[in-house]
């Protein structure tokens, strides 16, 4: 079953602009992380957040973690064109079976 | 270095007949899982190996799916017969090892999309 639901499930917005999706999960996890899938590169890893971490950092991504609303949020600043894809949520509960949420859609336009 | 590689890319078959993918991971990732992603959803693991054996494999449809990972490196997996639902892209991903106490980013193929007609 999926663990995680990402919402919106798409979202529009034009280049320059701020893109922020959410994540809500079920049940406690060791450590939630964000991917990026398009058609040119497939499913790439974004960022990890260990459930014992509140926020992170990498280049333009700002992640935050709520274990307590069981919820994540994946902030993109400056948005470009290149950055038009899917991004799911997929959380780690025992060993390293990823659980993926269905996804956000996001198009940038320029 | 090399990344997953899978083949073929593309593959479309009839509904009840057999169909294979084969996976080969980075080399020196002992742990190989398989993923069904469904258009619309998020990838669902069906099986994940530790060198050539199964960990986990209870979402695996195991009366149609069936997997091996013989001498711990390359991987197969089996679709007999195959259903009008098996629609989906198939994707592998491999990562260095598999514990409770570190974690191992994993890291995917491109993806097998089959079309059941």
């Known amino acids: 079953s999926q663990q995680g639901e990402e919402d919106p499930q798409a979202l529009s917005i034009q280049e320059g602009e701020n893109a922020t999706m959410n994540c809500s999960y079920k049940?406690?996890?060791?450590?939630l992380q964000w991917y990026r899938q398009n058609s040119g590169r497939g499913l790439v890893h974004l960022i990890l957040?260990?459930?014992?971490?509140r926020e992170k950092h990498s280049g333009r991504l700002r992640v935050t973690l709520d274990t307590s609303k069981k919820s994540s949020s994946l902030l993109i600043t400056a948005s470009r064109a290149a950055d038009t894809a899917s991004y799911f949520c997929?959380?780690?509960?025992?060993?390293?079976?990823?659980?993926f949420g269905k996804g956000t859609s996001l198009l940038v336009t320029p | 270095e090399a990344g997953v590689a899978q083949s073929p890319r593309y593959k479309i078959i009839e509904k009840r007949q057999s169909v294979a993918f084969w996976c080969n991971p980075i080399?020196?990732?002992?742990?190989l899982y398989w993923y069904q992603q469904i258009l619309g959803q998020g990838p669902k693991l069906l099986i994940q190996?530790?060198?050539?054996?199964?960990?986990?494999d209870s979402q695996l449809p195991k009366d149609r799916f069936s997997a091996e990972r013989l001498k711990g490196v390359d991987s197969t997996l089996k679709i007999q017969p195959a259903k009008l639902e098996d629609s989906a892209v198939y994707l592998c991903?491999?990562?260095?090892?598999?514990?409770?106490?570190?974690?191992?980013?994993?890291?995917f193929g491109p993806g097998t999309r089959l079309t059941v007609l």
């Open positions: 991903a491999s990562s260095l090892a598999w514990g409770r106490t570190s974690y191992n980013e994993q890291f």
């Open positions: 049940t406690s996890i060791n450590n």
């Open positions: 957040i260990r459930s014992n971490e």
């Open positions: 997929a959380t780690v509960q025992s060993g390293y079976a990823l659980n």
């Open positions: 080399s020196g990732h002992a742990t």
């Open positions: 190996f530790q060198n050539n054996g199964v960990v986990d």
